[in-house]
Each structure stands twice: as C-alpha cells, then as structure tokens.
C-alpha cells in the first residue's frame, strides 16, 4: 500500500510539472474554444456521415493550439481543415489553416498541433469573438467543406 501511495504521488508531481512547463512556455492560458462538426452545419449541402470535435486552446503569447477527433465510419478522404471567419449558415474565409494533409480515410481520425494564423488573423480575435468563427473539414467528395462547427 505504501509503495501504490508512493507511486501516485510521484505520478502526481510529474503531471503537475508537464503542465507547468506548457504554463511557462506560453505564458497562460488565454482561452479555451470548442466546436462540435458535423454535416448538418455545413453551407455546401454535405451529406457526411462523419462527426467530430475540434479543441482550440489560445495562450497568452498568441499560440493556437488544436486538438480534433474525428468519427469517419464511411472512411471518407478527408484533405483539410481549417478555421473560417464568418457566422454560422454562412461560408467565410480561411484564417487559420489546421490540417492540411496528407489525406486520410481513416475511420477514427485524430489530429493536434500548433496553428498558424493568416496575416490579419490573431489568437486574442478568436478569443473575443469565438461564435464569428467556423472550424470545417473537407474531403474529396465535399471540398468546399464536409462537417462544420461554429466556436464557442
């Protein structure tokens, strides 16, 4: 029993580190964005089957972060994804590339990493505004955008 407690603490203080290190490297978290993507919310007239979620983390010295799980049970080509500036129901510009291949039909399919922002396009703005903002991915079938999220 002693050993187990001994174990856990020591488990404790080395995630309690991990996230301290990702603190001080970027300063803070300035906000924390989800969207729930699916073909409903789409402008493009998508019938995908596919679902998912998108994570988007902004940190006080403007990294963007992104984690996105998608659902693909059809092994759909998916070949982009991005965040779009416009309200929902509405097709906008890209602002901030996410994904942009290679292509993947897996049927679960998981994707993270540092964002990079178009000229003009900020974390703090995406922070302030998250709903004029559109997380969409696109596949072959549907390449102007198969399943969309509005941020919130």
């Known amino acids: 029993m002693r050993r187990l407690i001994t174990w856990l603490a020591a488990a404790c203080i ?30 493009t007239g998508s019938t995908s ?3 998912g979620h998108t994570l988007i983390k902004v940190w006080s010295d403007g990294t963007i972060e992104f984690k996105t799980q998608i659902q693909n049970p059809a092994e759909e080509t998916f070949i982009a994804g991005h965040i779009h ?48 903002y559109y997380v969409n991915y696109h596949t072959t079938a549907f390449t102007g955008g198969a399943i969309r999220g509005q941020l919130r």
């Open 14 to 43: 080395v995630a309690a580190s991990a996230a301290g290190a990702a603190t001080a490297k970027h300063g803070g978290v300035m906000c924390v964005l989800h969207a729930q993507l699916s073909a409903q919310n789409e402008t």
């Open 49 to 51: 089957t596919a679902t």
């Open 85 to 132: 500036l416009a309200p929902v129901h509405v097709a906008g510009a890209v602002v901030v590339p996410l994904f942009l291949g290679p292509a993947t039909s897996a049927s679960h399919i998981k994707q993270s990493g540092i964002a990079t922002p178009n000229a003009g396009t900020t974390g703090t703005a995406l922070c302030q505004n998250p709903s004029a």
